[in-house]
């Protein structure tokens, strides 16, 4: 490694092939001493106009990044005391180099011997690793060049830049190889086969030699020809970040060797998907770190002892009731505030933020690590809305009064209670993550309240979730959640399970991938989702719901809404600008009032108790649809009646929209046929020309009519428990005579007696929904226990279940699970259940911790969860999710006989993509880019599993060249750093 040669190569579709004398195998892969290494960040403006700097904020968070993915090498960068050069190029470069040939971009800024040309603004600095980013694109990837003096890191990213190609190339500087790289000059795209790195290393010493010579990033077959059909395999062996190679294909080493792949898919060195690449391996950080330790590399270094960047605090305990007014708490690099059991802390009119090092350039300062409360002080008595609790209350953690938190890594961490937070009319900001709370021993004390706040993050790096709330019982009203990272992601706003979620009064949760993930609940008689009167914009799901009891009133909703098993749920006076999917929700549901913005309501599973009404549809896509769904065992005989329509109707929609399903039995959509915009187009088990008496109870226009409307105009009626309770009385009594009618009625009239039963039944289940949703569990402990017991048993067993599950009691919830007797549609699912359970029963046994599971544990306890997705294993999956963010959405095809467990849809979203079939097998795109570089297109399953993918010649429109099954799929454009451009679900009939 002491002498460097001239190199250039870049991440993305084109790689040049590294000289073989620059990576070898350290003598072990045990982590270096401490190094600092000082970067140095510039932004040039080459465009000819204006300087468009970014805020330094990304820079910050660029260095927190590599930080992150290089900290178990003992390897920290900084940018000591400099902030960010910003200068100007040429801006001919521009039109000069091309994807296929970036070396007139090495050209202008390098001399032949690999020397930085006399450039003023170039701002060279010769100790430091230089990144150089620029205004406009000069080619897609990045690219490194080693040279004789010390190294330089340049590297080329339009707009913002990606965190993991800059990795990527910052491991190429410090000595790293592609985990796929021969050791050929050769122009063949194919790796020979005397070339391929070995499967079995302990047997066959090929890895010292090939591939990038290290032997526990795993043999990488991206340039092999595994299938022998002559092309590199490239992406073929890992969908969705899982490796899908079968073991009967050998690596031509070893024919009879029968170890599994390891193909390192998820390290930065390689060429897969960029949101799989998360690490780098412990040889590889050796690498790094051996090559610091050269004279060339040394000169990279800085004193860690004198980095401003490790400048220390000590942590601050609070353990007495402590008020922090009018002042600017500085926190330095992580530093954290422990509130012990004694303490409560109140920040009034204060910001809490971190230390500034350089004030020419704040906000490249280090993050502070966050608020943590231990052993939480019982509250004195509960607090409820309204905003704020009464001061008489002991509330472990108050953030009031204009109060600022800013810049943390964790934000406020609570894993063993809370003893109460309290957020009012302050502002959390630029923090990773805003809040983590787990429920403690002192369950009634544990509650969150957010109120006329603010809680946002701008960060390129934030954490997956920003709230997540588990066994807590979180309440946001008048507040904006907001992440406002301009691109596509896939981070989730609130994520919580085991509790009661209320959103209300012009609460605002846009930009997120996912705004609301509501998992079971139950174990406290928490449970139940509320949202009223608020506003969700998010670029995948605004909605994502498998708890018992939703409740959705007068929102404004883009995103999709998908709401999974055993629910009673109401939907009334929404704005649906994306799709509402209802999976077998069994129990009532009722959809009124609401507006469909070209989207539609879709329906599979048991709807027998799904009622909707008084709903209007514009030009519903795709397919001029307004209803569909597939698998219904049954459906409601009836929305509306022979003496009152239904009330649905279709706006502006030119031809009458689609009703179509197929169900076990027929169903009447009632309406009028001298009212044309009440009457579809009926498909499928859809009755037709039902006419009816106009339903004069309809409004049709309660809904928000944009994102902004709506203001605190929708009062909720008071709940009356008494009311509500003689409401369920009589819809008892008269479900009771209706079924002793049925069984004695004629064969002509018992079709009207169950539909009159089922809107009995439907009035019950609101009933429930009512109760559950406004009382509380602790302070009506009565009347909430009488209300659960007239829901189904399997929302009790699952309490039960919750219980058990969360204190570790494995042994007992297994013979729990014994006890019960399933409903014939369970039975498979419970037992597949107490498998898994068993399975965890072992694991803790042999003393794993459940909750800090392997990799390779967690894989396997989530394969256990997609077996079967009945009411018991979305226990399984609701814990998984909310413990180890492994998300497992049910299927939703079409073909009930596809029907197969769904894992992560690629989740980077443009929110202002759309697609649409334009004839029999074309997709028509919108792209907004310019045909400048190499796109192609994918098609995903709902499993995540890619059924096909192309390159893209036309940015107008694709046709799709192979046979797909009729359902549901998602289409990706990718450009040739892989970074997703275009999303959009895709239909086919």
């Known amino acids: 490694m002491s002498s460097i040669l001239p190199l250039k190569s870049q991440s993305g579709f084109i790689c040049e092939t590294e000289p073989n004398n620059l990576i070898f195998s350290p003598a072990d892969c045990e982590a270096g001493s401490q190094k600092c290494v000082k970067i140095k960040f510039h932004f040039m403006n080459n465009s000819g106009g204006s300087l468009n700097q970014p805020n330094d904020i990304l820079f910050r968070d660029l260095l927190n990044y590599f930080n992150s993915v290089f900290q178990s090498g003992n390897i920290h960068f900084s940018t000591g005391n400099e902030c960010v050069h910003v200068g100007t190029t040429d801006p001919s470069l521009v039109a000069k180099p091309t994807s296929s040939n970036p070396n007139s971009v090495y050209s202008h800024f390098f001399d032949s011997?690999?020397?930085?040309?006399?450039?003023?603004?170039?701002?060279?600095?010769?100790?430091?690793?230089?990144?150089?980013?620029?205004?406009?694109?000069?080619?897609?990837?990045?690219?490194?060049?080693?040279?004789?003096?010390?190294?330089?890191?340049?590297?080329?990213?339009?707009?913002?830049?990606?965190?993991?190609?800059?990795?990527?190339?910052?491991?190429?500087?410090?000595?790293?190889?592609?985990?796929?790289?021969?050791?050929?000059?050769?122009?063949?795209?194919?790796?020979?086969?005397?070339?391929?790195?070995?499967?079995?290393?302990?047997?066959?010493?090929?890895?010292?030699?090939?591939?990038?010579?290290?032997?526990?990033?795993?043999?990488?077959?991206?340039?092999?020809?595994l299938d022998g059909i002559g092309q590199p395999d490239n992406h073929k062996w890992v969908t969705g970040c899982k490796v899908n190679i079968p073991n009967t294909i050998k690596d031509k080493c070893d024919s009879n060797n029968d170890e599994l792949w390891n193909i390192p898919f998820d390290n930065i060195m390689s060429a897969y998907q960029a949101s799989c690449k998360v690490r780098f391996s412990p040889c590889q950080l050796r690498v790094a770190s051996d090559y610091l330790s050269t004279s060339d590399g040394a000169a990279l270094t800085l004193d860690c002892s004198i980095d401003p960047s490790f400048q220390t605090c000590a942590d601050i305990t609070i353990s007495?009731?402590?008020?922090?007014?009018?002042?600017?708490?500085?926190?330095?690099?992580?530093?954290?505030?422990?509130?012990?059991?004694?303490?409560?802390?109140?920040?009034?009119?204060?910001?809490?933020?971190?230390?500034?090092?350089?004030?020419?350039?704040?906000?490249?300062?280090?993050?502070?690590?966050?608020?943590?409360?231990?052993?939480?002080?019982?509250?004195?008595?509960p607090f409820l809305p309204p905003f704020p609790p009464p001061s008489t209350s002991v509330v472990n953690l108050s953030i009031i009064n204009n109060s600022i938190m800013e810049y943390s890594n964790s934000g406020i961490q609570a894993p063993n209670g809370n003893g109460g937070i309290c957020i009012?009319?302050?502002?959390?900001?630029?923090?990773?993550?805003?809040?983590?709370?787990?429920?403690?021993?002192?369950?009634?004390?544990?509650?969150?309240?957010?109120?006329?706040?603010?809680?946002?993050?701008?960060?390129?790096?934030?954490?997956?979730?920003?709230?997540?709330?588990?066994g807590v019982d979180l309440y946001i009203d008048q507040s904006i959640l907001k992440h406002k990272k301009l691109e596509s992601n896939?981070?989730?706003?609130?994520?919580?399970?085991?509790?009661?979620?209320?959103?209300?009064?012009?609460?605002?949760?846009?930009?997120?991938?996912?705004?609301?993930?509501?998992?079971?609940?139950?174990?406290?008689?928490?449970?139940?989702?509320?949202?009223?009167?608020?506003?969700?914009?998010?670029?995948?799901?605004?909605?994502?719901?498998?708890?018992?009891?939703?409740?959705?009133?007068?929102?404004?909703?883009?995103?999709?809404?998908?709401?999974?098993?055993?629910?009673?749920?109401?939907?009334?006076?929404?704005?649906?600008?994306?799709?509402?999917?209802?999976?077998?929700?069994?129990?009532?549901?009722?959809?009124?009032?609401?507006?469909?913005?070209?989207?539609?309501?879709?329906?599979?599973g048991d709807q027998s108790l799904t009622d909707a009404r008084c709903n209007s549809w514009r030009a519903p896509l795709p397919f001029n649809t307004a209803v569909s769904g597939s698998s219904i065992p049954r459906i409601m005989s009836e929305w509306g009646t022979v003496d009152i329509a239904s009330g649905n109707i279709h706006v502006n929609s030119g031809s009458a929209p689609i009703m179509t399903l197929t169900a076990g039995n027929q169903i009447a959509n009632w309406h009028r046929t001298n009212l044309l915009n009440t009457v579809f187009n009926y498909q499928g088990d859809f009755?037709?020309?039902?006419?009816?008496?106009?339903?004069?109870?309809?409004?049709?226009?309660?809904?928000?009519?944009?994102?902004?409307?709506?203001?605190?105009?929708?009062?909720?009626?008071?709940?009356?428990?008494?009311?509500?309770?003689?409401?369920?009385?009589?819809?008892?009594?008269?479900?009771?005579?209706?079924?002793?009618?049925?069984?004695?009625?004629?064969?002509?009239?018992?079709?009207?007696?169950?539909?009159?039963?089922?809107?009995?039944?439907?009035?019950?289940?609101?009933?429930?929904?009512?109760?559950?949703?406004?009382?509380?569990?602790?302070?009506?402990?009565?009347?909430?226990?009488?209300?659960?017991?007239?829901?189904?048993?399997?929302?009790?067993?699952?309490?039960?279940?919750?219980?058990?599950?969360?204190?570790?009691?494995?042994?007992?919830?297994?013979?729990?699970?014994?006890?019960?007797?399933?409903?014939?549609?369970?039975?498979?699912?419970?037992?597949?259940?107490i498998v898994a359970i068993e399975w965890m029963k072992t694991a803790q046994d042999n003393n794993k911790d459940i909750r800090n599971l392997s990799i390779e544990d967690q894989s396997t306890l989530a394969d256990m969860a997609r077996i079967s997705y009945g009411d018991y294993t979305e226990v399984l999956r609701s814990f998984m999710n909310i413990v180890y963010d492994i998300k497992i959405d049910h299927p939703i095809l079409y073909n009930s006989n596809l029907v197969q467990s769904k894992s992560t849809i690629p989740s980077a979203v443009s929110a202002s993509m759309n697609a649409e079939i334009i004839d029999e097998r074309c997709i028509g795109l919108r792209i907004s880019e310019t045909m400048d570089e190499r796109y192609c297109i994918k098609i995903y399953n709902t499993q995540g599993q890619a059924v096909h993918s192309s390159v893209l010649s036309d940015l107008s429109r694709y046709c799709i060249e192979v046979d797909l099954l009729p359902g549901i799929y998602f289409f990706q454009v990718l450009n040739s750093q892989e970074n997703i451009i275009q999303y959009s679900k895709l239909y086919i009939k």
């Open 424 to 470: 009012f009319d302050s502002k959390l900001r630029e923090n990773q993550m805003a809040i983590y709370a787990a429920q403690g021993s002192a369950s009634s004390s544990d509650l969150i309240l957010i109120g006329n706040s603010e809680i946002t993050n701008t960060a390129i790096n934030p954490k997956e979730v920003m709230i997540k709330v588990f």
């Open 113 to 225: 011997n690999g020397q930085p040309v006399n450039d003023p603004d170039f701002g060279y600095d010769p100790n430091a690793l230089n990144i150089y980013i620029f205004q406009v694109q000069l080619f897609q990837g990045g690219a490194t060049v080693q040279h004789p003096d010390p190294m330089k890191l340049f590297n080329v990213v339009y707009g913002i830049p990606d965190q993991t190609t800059l990795a990527h190339e910052i491991g190429h500087a410090l000595g790293m190889k592609h985990t796929y790289d021969a050791f050929s000059n050769s122009n063949d795209p194919l790796l020979p086969e005397n070339q391929w790195e070995c499967k079995h290393n302990s047997v066959n010493s090929n890895w010292a030699t090939t591939g990038d010579r290290l032997e526990d990033t795993g043999p990488d077959p991206w340039l092999m020809d």
């Open 687 to 833: 009755e037709q020309n039902r006419n009816a008496s106009n339903n004069h109870s309809c409004e049709h226009d309660v809904f928000p009519s944009s994102f902004t409307s709506g203001s605190g105009t929708q009062v909720a009626n008071p709940y009356s428990d008494s009311y509500n309770n003689s409401i369920w009385q009589n819809c008892n009594t008269e479900y009771s005579n209706l079924s002793t009618q049925i069984a004695n009625a004629s064969p002509e009239a018992t079709p009207a007696l169950i539909a009159a039963r089922e809107r009995t039944e439907v009035c019950m289940g609101q009933a429930a929904l009512r109760a559950i949703i406004h009382l509380d569990a602790n302070q009506n402990a009565s009347s909430y226990t009488t209300w659960l017991s007239r829901t189904d048993p399997i929302i009790l067993q699952r309490s039960q279940i919750l219980s058990l599950l969360k204190s570790n009691e494995l042994e007992d919830l297994i013979l729990y699970l014994n006890s019960l007797n399933p409903s014939i549609s369970n039975v498979d699912d419970l037992d597949n259940f």
């Open 320 to 381: 007495t009731p402590t008020v922090w007014s009018n002042l600017v708490k500085e926190m330095c690099k992580d530093q954290k505030i422990i509130i012990s059991g004694t303490g409560t802390l109140i920040v009034d009119n204060s910001k809490i933020t971190s230390k500034i090092l350089n004030s020419n350039c704040p906000d490249l300062k280090g993050n502070w690590d966050g608020i943590y409360i231990e052993d939480p002080v019982v509250n004195s008595g």
């Open 490 to 604: 896939s981070r989730t706003c609130i994520k919580s399970m085991d509790n009661f979620v209320n959103i209300s009064n012009i609460t605002e949760i846009n930009g997120f991938g996912i705004g609301i993930d509501n998992n079971v609940g139950g174990s406290s008689g928490q449970m139940g989702l509320n949202i009223y009167d608020s506003r969700i914009d998010c670029q995948i799901e605004s909605i994502r719901n498998t708890d018992g009891f939703i409740n959705a009133e007068y929102n404004f909703i883009r995103g999709d809404v998908n709401n999974y098993g055993i629910s009673f749920g109401h939907w009334r006076g929404n704005n649906f600008q994306s799709d509402i999917n209802l999976i077998n929700p069994t129990e009532s549901q009722t959809i009124e009032e609401n507006r469909f913005h070209q989207k539609q309501l879709y329906l599979q």
